[in-house]
């Protein structure tokens, strides 16, 4: 229950008892939290009797000349002295009363009044416990020294229930409620006094520890200086008081939440003759101190409205609360939300934390695949009398793998989410290790089987790797906290923090945690390609030196580096680059990639480049002796693959392959590029085979739309591989197939 509305319960009680006398409760009591007449320090007092029940304690004193009425009540849920000091001072000190000289003493108010003989005097004080109120009324014409006798009783009193109030810590005080004055009704119900009202100013955190409302002091200061709270209230003479509770929030979600818990338990709903007039009005029924109290309440945006009616008929106080709330709802602006907030359950937060994540990670995945463009689809391969080994089902069964991988890493994230979000102790980070191993050891495991053991040979250091890798971790972690603190404030009532964070950037809390989900996939995208480039620099020559098996030569113009085909979801990725927004990688990557499970991949850098690189492991030759170093390669490589080309050094590599006798372990690879250029490629290459044996030897053929060629070193015959869909998975299939192909003929001389 909001504290505003805990406290208005209590000062309701105060009127009701204010000015009773000995004998009015039921059983009467002994007044033990109040002094008896031989503690008050001056002569010739009597005790007159004391009376206590579960609201206050009360006592009258007599005297030849004057009469003394003391009450006591309990701080109890209030836990604010100076209110209930306050709204005393207001009940009992008029505009005919004079203001009583209590000096600097703290908790402290008294007034006086004259009535023709009698001479009335009053003060109320507090300590950390209880509130006190003393009348002193004269008669019989024998002056007191009233003042000094009021403070004299009050440090007696207090002396008795625990001394002075403790001093108060420095807190942040709440903003001015007076503006809220104009939302409080001016006249109150018939019959009820005063005509104005009696209208407060309610702190409700004054005097509360962080600890007690389990925040941090930063948030409890934030919520003491945007939350204002006004009430205004009557009474009558036939035991009825009402009070109208007006409370402004910093955001609506918290008026939303205090209507919604208006009927918690022990309230029970009822019907109101308002509900027709005030949209979504909820109303209540609970037992108050003096008796049941009906509760009705509504919101407008930020703004709450409780009427709250104490007294001994129900019907009365709904008939009462009701007028009540039409005037007020009459008084507040138009619009604004006015529908109650209910709180999540933990299981609806998790479910719709989950579903959230996985929406953004399959988001991301359907934008990097139209980023990619659409792959293109040739035509079946008229290729006259070479042989077609179509491999379009194998790629086909690539991709089906690799959406089954993302499902699980959608899946993963989401976990890893739950974790993070989810309100369950220590077992968050359980459950969020579970995600991320789930994720990762469903990645290694499918790189496994793709590279067929060769990722243990995979060990490299390398420190530019070191520091991209540092900063790809920064990135990704720092993009996993911001979009998934995001994701939760979206999906869960905003959390104070994050108020405050709002209010200090002067948007709204959604609008703030959109704002963080954004910047958490910008670092994540980022972050993922940083980790791409860490991953090149370990894998610039450190793939040959930990790997013990023969290479395999990669040759290709340089310029085909910049060639790219529309990249398919795999475990060529790691799990960290799920949020890559590339949809297209180098050509050459996914070649090396399908190559690396048969050996380390290497290839000629240019002079002039990086030899960072996610294909083949670059290495750098001396210009001078490149052809040489390059011969020398060719005769330790297991197997010789060439993009086919029309570069000058490309067709002196091609005739090397022929005159050294390579060309049983050498694949053709047909690149990307548009059909004329590929045609120029594959006739170069074929004039560059020609001149090396110095005869035709390949018959003509039109490998346009192909993916590889091998070439029969006794025959000529050329064995191509096509695919319905040429993209990532269409070469990776091509290329496990031809490497698998049993190797033709011995050499040509």
Not at 12 to 27: E, H, N, Q
Not at 72 to 98: K, N
Not at 240 to 246: G, I, L
């Amino acid at each position: 229950m909001p504290r505003g509305r805990v406290i208005a319960f209590a000062l309701l009680a105060i009127p009701l008892t204010v000015g009773a006398v000995p004998g009015d409760s039921a059983g009467g009591g002994d007044g033990s939290s109040i002094i008896d007449a031989s503690q008050l320090g001056w002569p010739g007092w009597t005790d007159a009797g004391c009376r206590s029940d579960e609201r206050f304690d009360s006592c009258v004193f007599s005297h030849p000349s004057a009469w003394l009425g003391m009450s006591a009540w309990p701080i109890g849920e209030t836990g604010q002295p100076q209110l209930m000091v306050d709204g005393l001072a207001t009940i009992e000190c008029d505009e005919a009363s004079t203001p009583l000289d209590v000096g600097a003493v703290g908790l402290t108010v008294g007034c006086s009044a004259q009535d023709g003989d009698a001479a009335t005097s009053f003060i109320v004080f507090a300590n950390d416990s209880w509130v006190f109120t003393v009348n002193l009324t004269e008669h019989g014409g024998v002056p007191w020294e009233t003042p000094e006798f009021l403070l004299d009783v009050r440090q007696r009193q207090l002396a008795l229930a625990g001394g002075e109030a403790a001093a108060a810590a420095p807190q942040v005080r709440a903003p001015d409620s007076s503006g809220l004055d104009r939302f409080l009704p001016v006249d109150g119900p018939p019959g009820f006094a005063p005509a104005g009202g009696i209208t407060l100013p309610i702190d409700a955190f004054e005097n509360m520890a962080p600890d007690d409302l389990g925040w941090s002091s930063s948030q409890t200061d934030f919520i003491r200086s945007h939350i204002t709270t006004r009430v205004r209230m009557w009474l009558d003479d036939d035991a009825y008081s009402a009070a109208v509770v007006v409370t402004e929030y910093p955001y609506q979600e918290f008026a939303g939440l205090a209507i919604d818990g208006l009927d918690e338990p022990p309230a029970s709903r009822i019907d109101a003759s308002a509900a027709a007039q005030v949209d979504d009005l909820v109303a209540v029924e609970t037992d108050g101190v003096s008796g049941p109290i009906v509760v009705e309440g509504f919101r407008r945006g930020r703004r709450e409205v409780t009427v709250l009616v104490s007294g001994p008929d129900v019907a009365t106080n709904e008939q009462v609360a009701s007028a009540l709330a039409v005037d007020v709802a009459g008084l507040l602006p138009p619009g604004g939300e006015s529908a109650a907030i209910h709180p999540p359950s933990v299981w609806t937060s998790v479910i719709q934390a989950a579903a959230a994540t996985a929406l953004l990670v399959v988001t991301i995945l359907l934008l990097r695949r139209a980023l990619a463009g659409r792959a293109a689809r040739p035509p079946p391969l008229d290729a006259g009398d070479a042989h077609v080994d179509d491999v379009s089902p194998a790629a086909r069964a690539l991709r089906r793998r690799g959406h089954a991988l993302a499902a699980i890493q959608v899946v993963a994230c989401a976990v890893v989410v739950v974790g993070i979000v989810a309100d369950i102790g220590w077992w968050s980070i359980v459950v969020a290790a579970a995600g991320v191993a789930l994720g990762a050891g469903a990645t290694t495991i499918a790189r496994r089987r793709e590279l067929e053991g060769a990722l243990r040979y995979r060990v490299t250091t390398s420190r530019t790797a070191v520091v991209f890798g540092l900063l790809a971790a920064t990135l990704l972690v720092g993009g996993v906290a911001l979009s998934v603190r995001g994701v939760k404030e979206l999906a869960l009532l905003p959390s104070l923090t994050h108020l405050r964070m709002a209010d200090r950037f002067t948007v709204a809390p959604d609008v703030l945690a959109v704002v963080m989900v954004a910047v958490g996939l910008v670092a994540l995208v980022a972050g993922a390609f940083v980790i791409r480039l860490a991953r090149a620099h370990a894998r610039t020559t450190g793939a040959r030196r930990t790997d013990p098996r023969p290479p395999i030569l990669y040759l290709r113009s340089f310029d085909d580096d910049r060639l790219d085909i529309p990249s398919v979801h795999s475990a060529r990725r790691p799990f960290a680059e799920l949020f890559s927004l590339s949809g297209r990688d180098a050509f050459e990557e996914s070649i090396a990639w399908e190559l690396a499970a048969n050996g380390p991949v290497v290839a000629v850098g240019h002079p002039a480049r990086s030899t960072a690189s996610l294909g083949a492991a670059r290495e750098l030759l001396d210009p001078a002796t490149w052809q040489r170093d390059v011969a020398e390669r060719m005769r330790g490589a297991a197997a010789i693959v060439l993009a086919v080309g029309d570069t000058p050094g490309l067709a002196w590599e091609v005739g090397e392959i022929v005159r050294s006798g390579h060309l049983p372990k050498t694949h053709f690879i047909v690149p990307p590029a548009d059909r004329a250029a590929v045609v120029e490629r594959w006739a170069a290459t074929c004039d560059a085979i020609h001149r090396a044996v110095g005869r035709l030897v390949v018959p003509p053929v039109d490998i346009a739309d192909s993916l590889t060629a091998r070439i029969e070193t006794d025959t000529g015959a050329v064995t191509l591989t096509w695919a319905d869909r040429i993209d990532e998975a269409a070469y990776r299939a091509a290329v496990d197939r031809a490497l698998a192909t049993p190797t033709p003929g011995s050499a040509t001389s």
